[in-house]
């Protein structure tokens, strides 16, 4: 039987931007995200910040003619997990690496449906950080109680693809996955798996006929589609929305709204209620 990796929890999410200052400041300006670090890098300029405790690394690449056939899209997340237990399960299932650098790897997204997973042993969330002045970021009480969006933490991710119990029978294996539900989405002409992989909610998306989800497919391939974000109250949410003009869409699933990729430097936001988190 194929070993499995039981990571600890999200680290962040990654996403291939177009340019770090503006995405940075849209961000900013938008959510009050808090800049963490800037990590310049030989092939690609990476940096990190966080929205409401949920970190996210943006890459972009020096010449951004090499993603320009995707556009600015979530190549991936990554997860805090023993890597000798995660090196042991790549060999197991036949998962390649398109990125290794002895403490952090990446795998191929086309071995996991479109998902770049990284995986590093460390974590980031207690630590702090030179950019805030040698403080750590804003505490999950800060984001909830004190800023207007209400926001409690991350819930997940959506993830789009062609056969949606293929994609479960591989969380299953490769991460030990507990089954969470599965559902019709009528409203986006899909179905959904919801999976339990550490601290977070993974909903697999399949189209079932012509409408906004396969045309996301079709556009992007596999992968992820959205960071879901927890918040107190949706109500809030919109109004927050409306005065700082952002425009926001139906979620992938009721009772959830969304900020689309379109106004939001190529990828989607959505906020679900979860207010005991």
């Not at 409401?52 to 997340?77: K, M, N, T």
């Not at 179905?191 to 992989?197: M, N, W």
């Not at 879901?228 to 009772?255: E, H, M, W």
């Amino acid at each position: 039987m194929p070993r499995s990796v039981s990571p600890l929890r999200v680290n962040h999410m990654n996403a291939v931007l177009r340019d770090i200052d503006t995405s940075v400041a849209h961000f900013e300006k938008a959510f009050g995200a808090e800049f963490l670090a800037d990590m310049p890098q030989k092939q690609f300029h990476a940096c990190l910040f966080e929205i409401g405790q949920v970190i996210f690394e943006l890459f972009v690449p020096y010449d951004f003619l090499v993603s320009a056939r995707l556009g600015p899209h979530y190549v991936g997340l990554e997860w805090q997990a023993d890597m000798d237990e995660v090196r042991a399960a790549l060999a197991d299932h036949g998962i390649g690496t398109v990125r290794d650098i002895g403490l952090a790897l990446h795998t191929d997204p086309a071995d996991c449906f479109g998902v770049a997973h990284e995986f590093y042993a460390g974590e980031f969330h207690s630590r702090t950080w030179d950019a805030l002045g040698g403080e750590p970021m804003k505490s999950p009480t800060h984001w909830r109680d004190e800023h207007p969006l209400g926001l409690t933490g991350l819930i997940g991710y959506t993830q789009v693809v062609e056969d949606i119990d293929a994609a479960t029978a591989f969380y299953e294996s490769f991460f030990g996955a507990e089954r969470l539900f599965a559902e019709d989405r009528p409203a986006i002409a899909g179905q959904a798996v919801g999976l339990r992989v550490a601290d977070a909610v993974v909903e697999l998306l399949m189209p079932t006929r012509p409408g906004w989800l396969v045309e996301r497919l079709r556009r992007q391939g596999q992968g992820i589609l959205s960071t879901v974000f927890g918040v107190r109250d949706l109500a809030q949410v919109r109004r927050y929305c409306v005065a700082q003009s952002i425009p926001l869409d139906f979620g992938t699933k009721q009772n959830r709204v969304a900020v689309p990729s379109e106004a939001n430097h190529g990828i989607l936001f959505e906020f679900a209620e979860n207010p005991g988190a």
